[in-house]
């Protein structure tokens, strides 16, 4: 995980921005993708994963206000089987873009984070509500194709820790692709850890 951030780093130092993406001080956007998700806990002897998919919508001005509104389900299962868990992370966040010299554009940006999860046998539901923080960065660079990284901190009812995203997007007219990676690192309160990881690529359509 470091080793890539390293390699983003270097790519958006490197501020090969394309006029039209200084110029275009818009944003928004909704984007409709598939996820891979990996759940590892202290308490649990092996991972739950599984493929779902989501939604997330994104208005405003990347200098200025904005909104970014998202939802996601991925249905996962032990290791081997034998359990079924489905994971749920809704967020509803808004903030402020500015510029940063010539390597882009940062937000600064703050949401209401839930994350549910609920065990097929027996029913067991467990939600953990809160908030988050996040500085994230977001610039296209030449031929239609941009970067994205940010970094979070999220802390809701049961633990608290922080969030790594990185990612790229292409979108060279009235819709485009995006994939990334999010990694969430949190602490369980009286001890333990709770690794998410999360693969989405899917369709950006901007608006």
């Not at 208005?59 to 290791?79: A, H, L, M, N």
């Not at 996040?134 to 994205?148: M, N, R, T």
Request: glycine share 16%.
């Amino acid at each position: 995980m470091p080793h890539a951030f390293r390699l983003a780093a270097v790519a958006l130092a490197a501020g090969v921005l394309s006029p039209a993406a200084v110029a275009n001080d818009k944003f928004q956007r909704i984007e409709f993708f598939g996820s891979y998700a990996q759940l590892e806990s202290d308490g649990i002897a092996e991972d739950f994963d599984g493929i779902g998919g989501g939604l997330r919508v994104v208005g405003g001005q990347r200098v200025g206000f904005f909104g970014d509104f998202q939802g996601e389900y991925v249905p996962t299962e032990i290791d081997g089987g034998g359990a079924d868990l489905d994971f749920e992370n809704y967020r509803a966040g808004a903030g402020w873009g500015f510029p940063a010299g010539p390597v882009g554009f940062f937000q600064v940006k703050a949401e209401y984070v839930s994350l549910r999860t609920k065990l097929e046998s027996g029913g067991v539901e467990v939600k953990e509500n809160g908030y988050g923080v996040h500085l994230q960065f977001e610039q296209d660079l030449a031929y239609d194709f941009g970067v994205h990284a940010s970094l979070g901190y999220l802390d809701v009812d049961d633990a608290d820790g922080t969030e790594y995203v990185i990612g790229f997007h292409w979108v060279p007219d009235v819709f485009g692709f995006f994939a990334q990676l999010r990694w969430d690192d949190l602490n369980v309160d009286g001890g333990g850890e709770l690794e998410i990881q999360t693969v989405r690529a899917g369709f950006r359509v901007p608006f």
